[in-house]
């Protein structure tokens, strides 16, 4: 198994810069793929070009390390922060992402600096917001 989808790797999905374990189970493998194929990959079609992961699966451990939330949806395999590279393109990205996308939250983190996208396999709520 070394693809979650066509452009995401097993390694860029639990990549972590923190010395710790970071491995899905089969059922956050299995979260990791929907999001991927239901809010990743449209993304990258519609924005053509190479996305930055900059985290996605993350274990307790990961999840504690870098401080986020212990409710947050990387702890599931759920979520996907994504960027362009570029805050311009972000804003142009989530824009798209907002209005064409089913999805549980979509999170302008920063001022664009980088998207947040979540998708879980119950009801999603369709939730736009901002983290400034
Ligand atoms: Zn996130």
Redesign the pocket.
Known sequence: MDRISEHITFAEATHTSKKLPNIPSNKELEAMKLVALLCFEPMRKWYGKPLKIN?FFRSAEVNKAVG?AST???LFGE???LTTGSKEENKKLFEWAKSHLTYDQI?N?YDYS?I?I?YRSGRNRMQVLAIK
């Open positions: 985290s986020g947050s949806q990387h979520a996907i922060d999170i983190e980088w947040h979540s």
